[in-house]
Nanobody, 123 residues
Framework: QVRLVESGGGLVQAGGSLKLSCVASGLTFSSYYMGWFRQAPGKEREFVAAITWSEYWTYYADSVKGRFTISRDNAKNTVYLQMNSLRPEDTADYYC????????????????WGQGTQVTVSS
C-alpha cells in the first residue's frame, strides 16, 4: 500500500531552522506532484508548499515564501521542506501530500497523506 512517512519535526526557538523529510513508498514517486500542508490547533489545514514531478517548479503560500524551500529527490522517493526563520505562528502539524494533479490547487487534489510531524516554535 501507499505510505508517506514524515520526519524531522520538533521543538525549535523562534528564528531557528528545521528540515522535514517525507519518504514515499508504494507509488511511482516521480509521477506525483508532492507537497506540504499544515494544521494548527483549532484551525483548518492549509497549503504550505508544492513541487511538480517534471520541471521541479515550486509553489509557496505567501506566509512562508522566502523562508521555506521545498525540494525532492526522485531517486530516494523523498520530498523535503527546509524551514528557516521560524516563527511561533509556524507551530502546527505538518503533513506530506502526494497527488496526480497539482496539490498546490488545494487538498481536493491530494491522493495520499502522511501521518504528520509536529513542529513547535517557541518565543
Amino acid at each position: 500500500q501507499v505510505r508517506l512517512v514524515e520526519s524531522g519535526g520538533g521543538l525549535v526557538q523562534a528564528g531557528g531552522s528545521l528540515k522535514l523529510s517525507c519518504v514515499a513508498s508504494g507509488l511511482t514517486f516521480s509521477s506525483y506532484y508532492m507537497g506540504w500542508f499544515r494544521q494548527a490547533p483549532g484551525k483548518e489545514r492549509e497549503f504550505v508548499a508544492a513541487i511538480t514531478w517534471s520541471e521541479y517548479w515550486t509553489y509557496y503560500a505567501d506566509s512562508v515564501k522566502g523562508r521555506f524551500t521545498i525540494s525532492r529527490d526522485n531517486a530516494k522517493n523523498t520530498v523535503y521542506l527546509q524551514m528557516n526563520s521560524l516563527r511561533p505562528e509556524d507551530t502546527a502539524d505538518y503533513y506530506c501530500a502526494a497527488g496526480r494533479r497539482t496539490v498546490a490547487a488545494g487538498d481536493r487534489f491530494v491522493d495520499y497523506w502522511g501521518q504528520g510531524t509536529q513542529v513547535t516554535v517557541s518565543s
